[in-house]
Every structure is written in C-alpha cells, then in structure tokens.
C-alpha cells in the first residue's frame, strides 16, 4: 500500500501564501502522477494541479499564475506553492498518486491523504 501524508495548511490573508507538502511511503515501485484536489463545504471535489512522472503539469484555470506544483523524486514528495490567495481558494486540499506497488506493477491505482484545511480569510 501507498500512504500520503500532507502538511503545509493554516489559515491565511488574502493575498497571502501557503506552501503544502505531501509525501508518499509504503510499497512504491513507481509514481506515475501525484497532484492536488480540494473540495469546498457543499461543493465536488476538484483537480487543482497534477504533475506527471516527465515532468508535466496541469492546473485549472482559476490557479493558474497563482499555484505552483514541483516534486521532489528522490523523496516522493509533491509540494503546491500557492500564492496571491483569495476567499475561493479556502478548501479541504487532498494530495493524490498514481502509482505502483511492489506488488502490483502495471496495475497503477489512485492512494489519497486525508486531507489538509487551507482558509483564506480577513
């Protein structure tokens, strides 16, 4: 199994900066993605930023210029640097991998944390 645990949530200004981190262990044979969901109270969850295992990125739009994803491959760890933040960006934030165990190579599931609060509010 793959377990994910996040850091890096609090409460902060609009217009303010958080940085989460989100770190992978267990029986990895190999990460083909690791990314950022958030959900808001009453709302679906929702992709923010996803990095592939070559390096590529996708966010939603309403992030873009604002959040940044980079990984560190060597600690399977994926990290969302998110500035300018604004009231909409308060959310339950669950880091996500694709990725392969020891023990079930070729056959990639999805793991998740358990999530970690970002509030952005005056």
């Known amino acids: 199994q793959v377990q994910l645990v996040e850091s890096g949530g609090g409460l902060v200004q609009p217009g303010g900066s958080l940085r989460l981190s989100c770190a992978a262990s267990?029986?990895?044979?190999?990460?083909?993605?690791m990314g950022w969901y958030r959900q808001a109270p009453e709302k679906e969850r929702e992709l923010v930023a996803v990095?592939?295992?070559?390096?590529?990125?996708n966010y939603r739009d309403s992030v873009k210029g604002r959040f940044t994803i980079s990984k560190d491959n060597a600690k399977n760890t994926v990290y969302l640097q998110m500035n300018s933040l604004k009231p909409e960006d308060t959310a339950v934030y669950y880091c996500?991998?694709?990725?392969?165990?020891?023990?079930?190579?070729?056959?990639?599931?999805?793991?998740w944390g358990q999530g970690t609060q970002v509030t952005v509010s005056s």
């Open positions: 996500y991998t694709n990725a392969d165990t020891v023990y079930s190579r070729g056959y990639p599931s999805n793991y």
């Open positions: 267990g029986s990895i044979f190999s990460i083909n993605a």
């Open positions: 990095i592939r295992s070559g390096g590529s990125t």
